[in-house]
């Protein structure tokens, strides 16, 4: 039973430019969650996606944006690039009740030079 | 907005040591509560949790934590901690009040265990 997974593993980008991370859920989940991890921080909530819609959006800037798909996999969106969204990007999956469990998976570390 | 503080940025214990790392979170209403560990070079994988029923809550690897809700803290113990037990360790809060899991996490612990 794969967990969730997420690529690309690494990625460096200039500012400005835009990126787009991919996740795939956990076998059996159809939620998805995106957190962003700055370097000895926490992981800071962006958006979770439920039925292909935002179902809740964190403290981010529009620059973020999102996509689920029909087979539950999602896509993070960044666009405009700043110095300041470089971390570790996280997605999580979990089954749709809100007393689910969130599944991380291995992240995307974001590079923008 | 919720919050989540962790005390102790940083622990060094040696082998066999008893381990106690505090959680502290701010809403007042009904939370879920979550201990999830980093290992070295390793995803956030879920340590224990709680929902509802006994606040004593065993997870894996011989960790236990403490869900005392007058002092809205979630306290993750090991009685004798082992050289693997070296990680990073968040406490998290899903506040069920939107209609999202929304995790909140704290900022971490580094735990490093010494031979």
């Known amino acids: 039973d794969a967990g969730v997974t997420q690529s690309p593993t690494h990625l460096i980008k200039t500012r400005g430019q835009q990126v787009t991370l991919r996740c795939s859920p956990k076998?059996?989940?159809?939620?998805v969650s995106w957190y962003q991890q700055a370097l000895g921080q926490g992981p800071q909530f962006i958006f979770q996606?439920?039925?292909?819609?935002?179902?809740q959006r964190g403290n981010f800037p529009d620059r973020f944006s999102g996509h689920q798909f029909p087979n539950y996999s999602s896509e993070l969106n960044v666009n405009a690039l700043l110095l300041g969204d470089s971390a570790l990007y996280l997605c999580?999956?979990?089954?749709?009740?809100?007393?689910?469990?969130?599944?991380f998976g291995p992240g995307t570390r974001l590079t923008v030079l | 907005a919720q919050s989540v503080s962790q005390h102790n940025h940083h622990v060094i214990l040696s082998e066999a040591a008893s381990l106690e790392l505090g959680c502290n979170y701010s809403?007042?209403?009904?939370?879920?509560l979550f201990w999830y560990v980093q290992y070295p070079g390793q995803h956030l994988q879920l340590l224990l949790k709680?929902?509802?029923?006994?606040?004593l809550v065993k997870g894996i690897k011989g960790f236990e934590a403490e869900f005392i809700k007058s002092k809205f803290s979630f306290n993750l113990r090991k009685p004798s901690v082992q050289w693997s037990d070296t990680a990073e360790y968040f406490c998290?809060?899903?506040?069920?009040?939107?209609?999202?899991?929304?995790?909140?996490f704290g900022t971490g612990t580094r735990l490093q265990v010494t031979l």
């Open positions: 999580a999956s979990s089954s749709p009740t809100l007393t689910d469990t969130q599944y």
């Open positions: 709680y929902f509802s029923g006994d606040p």
């Open positions: 809403y007042g209403g009904t939370v879920n």
């Open positions: 076998s059996g989940h159809d939620t």
């Open positions: 996606y439920y039925e292909e819609e935002e179902r």
């Open positions: 998290a809060v899903n506040d069920l009040a939107g209609t999202a899991s929304k995790l909140t």
